[in-house]
C-alpha cells in the first residue's frame, strides 16, 4: 500500500509543478519587424550581397567567355591537338576557382548575416528576459518558425503573448 501511494505522489508532483509554471508565447519576426534597426540591417545585408554576387558574376561571364571562345577555336581548327589539353586544364582550374569562389561568397554572407543581426537578436533576447521578469513568466515560446510553421500546435487563449511588450521595451528608449 506504501508503495502504490508513493509511486501515486512521484507520479502527481510532475503534474502539480507545471501547473503552478507561467508561460508565454513571442513571435521574434514580429518583434523584429518592429524595429527601426531591421530595415537598415538588411539593406546593409542586401548591399553585401549585390557586391558578392556582381564580385562572381564578373569572374562568371569571364569564363563563359573563354569557353565559348575555345570552344569556336577548337571548331574552327585553330588550335593544335596538343595544345587542347593544356588549355582544358587552364578552364577547368578556373572553374574549380570559380567552386571555391562561390562557397566563399556564401561563408562571407553567412558571416556578415551574423554580425549583422547578432547585436538586434541579443537586444530582442534582453528585452524578452526583462518582460518575462515583469510579468512573472516561467517559459516564453516561440509563436511560429521562420518558415512560418507553428512550433505551438495548441495554445489557449490564457497564455499571454508578450510580443507586444518586447516591442514596446524595445522602442521606448
Do not use: C, H
Request: a negative charge; charged letters at 25%; hydrophobic letters at 40%.
Amino acid at each position: 500500500m506504501k508503495k502504490i501511494i508513493l509511486t501515486s505522489v512521484l507520479f502527481l508532483i510532475p503534474m502539480i509543478l507545471s501547473a503552478q509554471l507561467k508561460m508565454g508565447v513571442m513571435d521574434p519576426d514580429v518583434v523584429l519587424d518592429a524595429l527601426p534597426e531591421t530595415a537598415q540591417v538588411q539593406a546593409d545585408l542586401q548591399n553585401f550581397i549585390q557586391q558578392r554576387q556582381t564580385t562572381f558574376q564578373t569572374r562568371y561571364q569571364d569564363w563563359l567567355g573563354e569557353m565559348t571562345a575555345y570552344s569556336e577555336s577548337v571548331e574552327a581548327g585553330e588550335i593544335d591537338e596538343a595544345d587542347r589539353p593544356a588549355e582544358e586544364q587552364r578552364l577547368t582550374e578556373i572553374q574549380e576557382e570559380l567552386n571555391s569562389l562561390q562557397q566563399l561568397i556564401q561563408r562571407q554572407i553567412q558571416e556578415r548575416q551574423n554580425e549583422l543581426f547578432n547585436p538586434l537578436l541579443l537586444r530582442v533576447e534582453n528585452a524578452m528576459a526583462e518582460v518575462s521578469d515583469e510579468m512573472g513568466l516561467d517559459f516564453v515560446i516561440n509563436k511560429t518558425t521562420n518558415t512560418g510553421d507553428p512550433i505551438i500546435y495548441y495554445s489557449s487563449q490564457r497564455a499571454p503573448d508578450i510580443t507586444e511588450q518586447v516591442i514596446q521595451k524595445l522602442t521606448q528608449n
